[in-house]
Structure formats: structure tokens, C-alpha cells
């Protein structure tokens, strides 16, 4: 059982990873965003309690995200098969809660290029009818006629998330919070991270990645 944060920029593959880790090991994906959605949905006391802070225009505290994933920690598949975590934490404050609940195996540190990560968003396309996804920039994801899906015929359209402006401001404010987050584990104990390669998230293969982690 091991207890593993996924640690990256936003588009840099976390999700992508953890899918693929999850096909061969019993370890569970907790995704903070998962989990916001799932407690809003269900109009949970702490879903309530963040809509009340994202009603007002406010961030979500730290505190509402930690007891949330805290809640997550107490159920049995976490519990009897360890965690993925994806989205959290984003700041040393998040780091240094998530200590008092949890001795980590390590930290999965993705690293990728700005231009790459640019490229994977801002290229990103979908289609309004059948919801492929398709990426201008990247020649096998790229559809046969622009502007139109392959499956469907159905027009495609970037996402107001991923147009260049809001990766900037998304970008900047994770190099903002990340050096000092993983400078914190790394003062901690530095072979809890493991360095692994976004451009390659998807290629990574079974054998390397159960030699990489505590899998
Ligand atoms: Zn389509």
C-alpha cells in the first residue's frame, strides 16, 4: 500500500498517469477535483460550505479542501489500498496539512516544458456534438479537415480554459507555488520525489513506472 501525491502543472498529465497506474494496481485516484464535484453534487456539509466561499467570489480555504480529502482518506479502498493524489497539495499550507494526516511514500514530480504543456492546451479541441477530442498541434490528434470532427462531421471548439491568456495566469500561478512546494519536500526528505517526464506521461510502461514508485 502506498500513499503517493501526484505533483505537476495543470495539463501536464496527472489524470493521464494516474488512469494508467490504476489499470494494473488496486491504488485509488483521489482527485481534488473529483471530489469538489462529487460533494457540491451531493450537497455535502463541506460542498456546501465551499459553494458558500465560491458563491462570494472567494477561494475555497485550505481547511474545507483538507477536511474534504481527510473524509476521502477514511473510507475502506483508501484505506486498504493507498492513494494517487491529484490536485492537492497546491501550497506549502496544503504540504504541511496533508503531513498531519498522512506519512507519504513519495512524491511524483511531473515535469514538462512550458512550450510543451502550451501546445497540449492551447491546441485543444472538441467536438460540440460527440465530445472527441482533438489537439491542432499534434499531428496524430489532428482532425482531418480543420474546424470539423472526424466522427461526426460536428463543428469542434477550444474551451474558454484553454485559450493562451488563461494558461498564462494558470501557468504562473502554479511556477508561483510549486518551487516552494516541492522545495518543501525536498528539505523534508528528498528521496520521497521522483522525477518523471510530462512530454512522455503517456509512455511511460508498467515496468518502469512499478520501478519508479512505490507501486
Ligand atoms: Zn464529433
Same mark, same amino acid.
Given at each position: ?32 477535483? #473529483? ?69 507519504? #511514500? ?54 474558454? #480554459? ?54
Amino acid at each position: 500500500m502506498a500513499k503517493i501525491v501526484l505533483f505537476g502543472a495543470p495539463g501536464a498529465g496527472k489524470g493521464t498517469l494516474a488512469g494508467k497506474i490504476t489499470k494494473f494496481s488496486d491504488i485509488v485516484h483521489v482527485s481534488t477535483g #473529483d471530489l469538489f464535484r462529487a460533494n457540491l453534487k451531493n450537497k455535502t456539509p463541506i460542498g456546501m460550505k465551499a459553494k458558500e466561499y465560491m458563491d462570494n467570489g472567494e477561494l475555497v480555504p485550505d481547511s474545507v479542501v483538507i477536511g474534504m480529502v481527510k473524509k476521502r482518506f477514511k473510507e475502506d479502498d483508501v484505506k486498504e489500498n493507498g492513494f494517487l493524489l491529484d490536485g492537492f497539495p497546491r501550497t506549502v499550507e496544503q504540504a504541511k496539512a496533508l503531513d498531519e494526516v498522512a506519512d507519504l #511514500d513519495a512524491v511524483a514530480y511531473i515535469k514538462i516544458d512550458k512550450d510543451v504543456l502550451e501546445k497540449r492546451i492551447t491546441g485543444r479541441r472538441s467536438c460540440t456534438e460527440c465530445g472527441a477530442i482533438y489537439n491542432i498541434y499534434n499531428e496524430e490528434l489532428t482532425p482531418e479537415e480543420e474546424g470539423k470532427c472526424d466522427k461526426c462531421d460536428g463543428d469542434l471548439m477550444q474551451r474558454d #480554459d484553454d485559450t493562451k491568456e488563461t494558461f498564462e495566469k494558470r501557468y504562473q500561478t502554479y511556477v508561483d507555488q510549486s518551487e516552494p512546494v516541492i522545495e518543501y519536500y525536498r528539505e523534508k526528505n528528498p528521496d520521497l520525489i521522483v522525477e518523471l517526464d510530462g512530454s512522455r506521461t503517456m509512455a511511460y510502461t508498467e515496468e518502469e513506472l512499478k520501478e519508479l514508485l512505490p507501486l
